[in-house]
Structures are given as structure tokens and as C-alpha cells.
């Protein structure tokens, strides 16, 4: 039974570990990260327990959108190396029992994209391959064919003097949206998938895939501020992914799927339970994190129980904090007193659940934000096109030096040489002033460091991950004192987290601890988290 479900599923009691490849560890010193880089890192990233990596884009591109636009799906980046290097960065980390999750881009590709070039120029297979409209004529002056508006600010659409015509564009304007209700776009990305399939990576996080699907009447948003949803969770999305689930399970490859664009429960679990993907990314739980930096108690413990909900069944949900696309963990509750221990208190929380846990990059050792001081500073094209359509960029700055994504893509902080050990050339983005203080070399020595939590904690969840696959669980919160209580086969686990303003006294009688951030268990500090075994 048990080898059965090692091998069907492989993903439900494994460790997923992110990497922003650009940031993570550049190997020939041209101040990008790159694939060699990783390889060199793959014994730390089995050290803070992970089974699987997940690495952002590495595929040839103009880097508009640092690698989510892609120009060649079949050329590896230069500055991230070749695909010799992929080959032996898939080979060698499965020597050490890491398997290898790639991004895969299947709502758009980059404008440079040769399928793109031949669509504009209207060269069969590929006029229809993406999303052209004509512009309507408003008192003379062309105008886009509908008041859509993009994730990334500004009209949904951008204008091609050479085909005189619209194309649709819910990112950045060099990222032109697949139409998949083209056969050869279809096929096209078919063979990508059945490329890397055949290079024997196990899967892939698919990037944006709640928005492949889009409303084909191409009719007004009645609501602006929710236009997204005239291209998100559409029911043909879900047809068209029951296709690529195909090509999927033939090759044998696990998907995770990015699911913005606020999708209804009922949405979330018919993507898991109906033959799309394996495992969602859901984005509930940032509305745990309060203006003021602290924790929402209230909105914690609801999260915690909707995730939970999203991976009965035969649906399944990743359980994280953060990733490329969001500020740093530690500083999005440094209102909270001891924003360390809050951190580690989220993390077991989290990843304790059902569900599969991915950490991010930086997150294990407590990275921070960067302190941005003016609007030149973001390299993010995000924040670009934020300013371009601001009417008061003030304001604007003023909200994006918290929320920027480019927070999450400073460097990371290995040790305290120059660049935080990351390169010794000149990095492409910024290095965190504090990395002498926070870094892996450091953690690693610290016993009570968030890394040593992370390993700890991570352990423990590795050991019971099976049984938490088809466990009970029942929550509770008593003014912020909370957590649940998961019952297995024989024994009961309690996963508990003081978040309230006094100490609690624990009753431990019968119990066996398996997990606690602090050195006493007896009774609960402010900030403590324990994982508690009880037999029944
Ligand atoms: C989601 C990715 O995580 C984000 O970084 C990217 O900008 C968009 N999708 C578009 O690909």
C-alpha cells in the first residue's frame, strides 16, 4: 500500500522548496543567478528538508517580466546557462533525492516569441494564436476593443501597427495572451510540455493558469475594479486544462497551478477533482497580514481551516506564505512584538496542515524587505507600469514601497563576504543591507534561528506527513491561543500557537513533544509554538 502511494503520488507528503533563480546563487560571477548555481545549493536545500524544488522561468527571453515572457520555450536563457546544465541540474538533484518542478507559461508568451512575430504578420498556423480584436472608433480616435483592464495597471490591450489590430495583453504589454481556442497554439504547447516531460523533469508549476480561459463575448467589464474576472476561473479555463491534463498524466508530470483572480471554493476544488491539475495555489491567506504589520488572529484561524478544506477529498492545496510575487514574510508582521518567533508560529501552523508546504527562498532565514526610497528605485516591470498610468504617484509609491515584488527578489543571503556570498560580480538587483546579520552561514550556527525552527519543524511534518494526508483535523482559537488538534491512526497531534498576550499553562501529561521553538513546553510563552503527539 504504502509503495503505491509513493509512487502515485509522490507530492502529497513531500516539501517543495521555491527558487527565484535569478537571485538564488550565480555561478560565473556575471552578477545573475543561474542553473549551475542552483546545483551548487541543492545539499543546503535538502538540508531545510525539502524533496522538490520548484525554479521560477529560465527559458530564453527579453526578461520584460524577468522570464514569465518567454521567447523560446526550447533555449535556456543565456545568463542561466544551457541546457546542459538543466540536464545536469535535473540529474544530479535527483541523485539526492530532489525531484524538479519547472515553471510553465501557458497564458502568454513574450511579443518576441517567434509564434508571435508569425501571428502579427499573419503567417498560418498562427494568425489566430493569440487574442486579436479590432479597435473600436470612439469620437474618431481608435480605441481598444473593450474596457479591460491589466493585472499590471493600464488597458488589457496594446495596439500592433503592423497587424492594425489589438492584442490581448493581461500583464505586460510584451506578454500577448494564448488564444487556445486555436488548434496550433494548443499543439504548440503540447510539444513543450512533452519536451520537458521527455527531459525528465517531474513537473511543473503553471504559471497564471486561472486566466487561460476568457470571456469570448470580449462585452465591458460592468465592474471595473473586477475586470479580472471577465478572463479568470472561466468554465472554458477548466476545459481547456482537462486537454492539457492529458499530455499531463502521459507523461507522468505532477501540476501545480498558480489560481488568482479570486476563485470561488467551488472553483478551487473542481480544479483538483475533475482531471485539471494536482495540487492549487490559493492566495487566502494574505489577508492574514494587518496594515499595521501584525497578525489578524481571526483571519488566521479561517485561513488555516479553508486551507485544510481545500485537500480533502481527492483535491489537494500548497500550504505558503510567500512567494516571488509578494513582500517578505518576516516583515509583513513586524508590528508583532517578537516578529521572529510570530514567523515561526505561522510556519507550523501552515505547514502542519494537509496539504503540501512550500518555502520560499530566503524565507527559512528570515529575509526582510528592502527599503525602497524612491520611485526609480523598482526594477519590477509591475511597478513600471504602475507608475506609467499613476495619477498620484506619490500615493502609489507610497503603497508599493510595501507591497513591491521586488522585496522578494533581493538577493539571497548566504554568508557575510561581499554580495551576501551571492556573486562577486555586481549584482542585477539589490543586496539587503542587514546580510551580515541574516544569512544561511549564520543561521545555520545559531541553534534558535528561523533556519534551525524551519528544519526542525520541517522534519517533524516530513515523519507524519503520510498520516496527515487522511488525518482529522478540528481547530480552535481562544483569543489567539490556537491551533488543532489532527487525529491519526492510534495518536492525535496538536499543532498550537500562543498568539494571544499571556503565557498558557500546558497540560503535557501523556505527551510527547515533538516540536517546540522554545526550549520549555510546559507552558505556553507568548509567540511559542508546539507540535504535541498523544496516543489514543
Ligand atoms: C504569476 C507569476 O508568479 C508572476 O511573477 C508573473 O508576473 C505573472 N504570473 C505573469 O506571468
Not at 28 to 45: A, F, P, R, S
Not at 310 to 326: A, E, Q
Not at 434 to 444: F, R
Request: aromatic residues 14%; hydrophobic residues 35%.
Amino acid at each position: 500500500m504504502k509503495e503505491v502511494f509513493m509512487e502515485k503520488v509522490w507530492w502529497k507528503d513531500a516539501i517543495g522548496y521555491q527558487i527565484y533563480i535569478r537571485s538564488f546563487k550565480d555561478s560565473n560571477d556575471d552578477g545573475i543567478g543561474d542553473l549551475k548555481g542552483i546545483n551548487q545549493k541543492l545539499d543546503y536545500i535538502k538540508s531545510v528538508g525539502a524533496d522538490f524544488i520548484w525554479i521560477c522561468p529560465f527559458y530564453d527571453s527579453p526578461m520584460d517580466d524577468n522570464g514569465y515572457d518567454v521567447r523560446d520555450y526550447y533555449k535556456v536563457a543565456q545568463e542561466y546557462g544551457k541546457m546542459a546544465d538543466l540536464k545536469k541540474l535535473i540529474k544530479d538533484a535527483h541523485d539526492k533525492s530532489i525531484r524538479v518542478v519547472v515553471d510553465l507559461v501557458l497564458n502568454h508568451t513574450s511579443d518576441e516569441n517567434i509564434w508571435f512575430v508569425k501571428s502579427e504578420k499573419k503567417i498560418e498556423p498562427f494568425t489566430d494564436f493569440y487574442v486579436w480584436k479590432d479597435g473600436k472608433m470612439v469620437d474618431g480616435k481608435m480605441c481598444p476593443p473593450n474596457n479591460w483592464i491589466s493585472f499590471f495597471s493600464g488597458p488589457a490591450w496594446k495596439y500592433s501597427e503592423k497587424r492594425k489590430q489589438y492584442y490581448l495583453k493581461i500583464f505586460s504589454n510584451k506578454m500577448p495572451d494564448i488564444n487556445y481556442e486555436s488548434e496550433t497554439a494548443f499543439a504548440e504547447m503540447e510539444k513543450v510540455i512533452d519536451y520537458f516531460g521527455e527531459l525528465g523533469v517531474d513537473g511543473f508549476r503553471v504559471d497564471a493558469i486561472a486566466h487561460i480561459g476568457k470571456d469570448l463575448t470580449f462585452a465591458d467589464a460592468k465592474n471595473l475594479k473586477k475586470t479580472y474576472k471577465s478572463f479568470s476561473n472561466l468554465p472554458n479555463t477548466h476545459a481547456y486544462l482537462k486537454r492539457f491534463n492529458k499530455t499531463f498524466s502521459k507523461n507522468n508530470l505532477v501540476t501545480m497551478g498558480e489560481l488568482g483572480g479570486d476563485p470561488s471554493k467551488k472553483d478551487l476544488i473542481k480544479y483538483t477533482t475533475e482531471n485539471e491539475l494536482d495540487m492549487i495555489f490559493s492566495f487566502e491567506q494574505m489577508s492574514v497580514f494587518k496594515k499595521d504589520h501584525t497578525i489578524n488572529r481571526k483571519a488566521l484561524i479561517k485561513t488555516l481551516k479553508y486551507k485544510e478544506s481545500l485537500s480533502s477529498k481527492n483535491g489537494w492545496s500548497v500550504l505558503f506564505w510567500l512567494n516571488h510575487d509578494y513582500p517578505r514574510l518576516i516583515s509583513r508582521i513586524r508590528g508583532e512584538q517578537d516578529n521572529k518567533n510570530a514567523q515561526i508560529c505561522l510556519a507550523s501552523l501552515m505547514y502542519m496542515l494537509k496539504g503540501t508546504p512550500m518555502v520560499y527562498n530566503g524565507e527559512e532565514i528570515g529575509m526582510e524587505n528592502y527599503p525602497f526610497k524612491s520611485p526609480a528605485d523598482f526594477k519590477d516591470v509591475n511597478a513600471k507600469m504602475i507608475f506609467d498610468n499613476a495619477e498620484d504617484i506619490d500615493a502609489e509609491f507610497n503603497k508599493l514601497k510595501e507591497t513591491t515584488r521586488d522585496h522578494s527578489r533581493t538577493v539571497m543571503q548566504w554568508d557575510s563576504t561581499k554580495n551576501a556570498g551571492f556573486s562577486a560580480g555586481k549584482p542585477w538587483t539589490y543586496v539587503n543591507s542587514n546580510y551580515k546579520k541574516v544569512n544561511v552561514e549564520k543561521a545555520q550556527k545559531a541553534k534558535d534561528s528561523i533556519l534551525n525552527n524551519y528544519s526542525r519543524l520541517l522534519a517533524v511534518r516530513k515523519e507524519y506527513g503520510e498520516a496527515l494526508c487522511n488525518a482529522k483535523y478540528k481547530f480552535f482559537n481562544k483569543g489567539g491561543y490556537m491551533g488543532y488538534k489532527v487525529t491519526c491512526d492510534g495518536y492525535t497531534l496538536e499543532v498550537i500557537a500562543n498568539l494571544s498576550k499571556a503565557e498558557r499553562v500546558l497540560d503535557l501529561q501523556g505527551a510527547e513533544v515533538l516540536y517546540s521553538n522554545m526550549p520549555k513546553a510546559d507552558s505556553l510563552k507568548v509567540y511559542q509554538t508546539v507540535v504535541l503527539k498523544r496516543s489514543l
